[in-house]
């Protein structure tokens, strides 16, 4: 990418589309940011009339609600599938690279040691199989594509476990984390520094990026306490003790091998969580 690339933003005020929005002004690339008030990707119509102008299309909007999809699959599959269907054959027929975010959850989580890119899609819950399909949409449709896929995104905004915890630990005196399901924190921030990176290295497929080393949730809760020195004891337990709507992957580690050999190794996300906390607390401090 660079000053004669143009990209278009969907899903700008989404908790990703922030800090993608963030990273291509600090970068002094053009860019438009859409919201879901100028684009809904269930408008097809509107998906095909995308100004061929734009050599990028940065797909951060979704149906992320991984609970509420067990009710609403069929929204969830025109959100996360059919209209990334549309959005390919958009790009296909202008030329556009069509960059889109997957997740850990289009995997089973019966592994025990990290996901490769080509792992089989097995996805138990209704969030995942329509991320899945929004994969295959792209995979088929023979436009040139970068599916990034992440895990457990946080940052200093939007609605997120990072943000949950740090108001909590400040307010109870203790806590239940689930402690059975391993995964990979992610900053946003980061995410989108790396999937710049990416682009920029013309990388197109499928590729995996989460700030490395893993957690539970609950040694993820154990790290926020640690870090902002709170006293509120956090406990670990079961999901069987914590029953939520959708089933949740055990084990949802994406192996990073492909992206490291083009980026680098990836910092830890204990690192990452400093950054993200230290933003939060100035700006709870400001308000
Ligand atoms: N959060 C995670 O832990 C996680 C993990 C793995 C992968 N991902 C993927 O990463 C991407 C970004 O996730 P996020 O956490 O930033 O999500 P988010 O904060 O929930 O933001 C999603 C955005 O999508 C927009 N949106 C929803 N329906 C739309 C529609 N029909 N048309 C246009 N925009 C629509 C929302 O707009 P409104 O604000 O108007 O609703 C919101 O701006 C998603 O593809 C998600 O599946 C997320």
């Not at 995308?50 to 025109?78: K, M, R, S, W």
């Not at 990072?162 to 239940?176: E, I, N």
Request: glycine share 6%; proline share 3%.
């Amino acid at each position: 990418m660079n000053q004669a690339s143009s990209t278009l933003v969907i899903g700008s005020t989404g908790m990703l589309g922030r800090a993608v929005v963030q990273e291509l002004a600090t970068r002094g690339l053009p860019f438009t940011a859409v919201g879901r008030e100028r684009l809904d990707l269930r408008d097809h119509a509107c998906l095909a009339q995308v100004p061929a102008t734009f050599t990028h299309i940065i797909n951060c909007a979704g149906y992320t609600d991984v609970d509420q999809a067990e009710q609403n699959e069929e929204l969830a599959t025109q959100i996360n599938g059919t209209a990334i269907a549309a959005l390919a054959k958009r790009c296909l027929a202008t030329g556009a690279v069509l960059v889109h975010f997957s997740s850990d959850y289009v995997f089973n989580g019966l592994e025990t040691t990290p996901y490769r890119t080509e792992h089989r899609r097995e996805p138990i819950n209704a969030y995942g199989r329509s991320k899945a399909i929004g994969e295959e949409a792209l995979e088929s449709s023979g436009a040139k594509f970068l599916c990034v896929r992440t895990s457990w995104l946080y940052a200093p905004w939007g609605k997120n476990f990072a943000l949950t915890m740090m108001h909590l630990l400040s307010k109870k005196t203790a806590l239940r984390v689930v402690n059975d399901q391993r995964g990979r924190p992610t900053s946003c921030s980061h995410l989108a520094r790396v999937t710049l990176n990416l682009l920029d290295s013309d990388a197109t497929g499928i590729f995996h990026a989460t700030d490395s080393g893993e957690c539970t949730w609950f040694g993820f809760a154990e790290e926020i306490k640690r870090q902002l020195g709170h006293h509120c004891r956090v406990e670990s337990c079961s999901s069987a003790e914590h029953i939520r709507p959708a089933k949740r992957p055990g084990y949802s580690v994406l192996d990073l091998s492909k992206t490291e050999e083009i980026t680098g190794k990836l910092p830890n996300w204990k690192e990452n969580l400093r950054a993200v906390l230290n933003c939060a607390s100035a700006a709870t401090n400001r308000s």
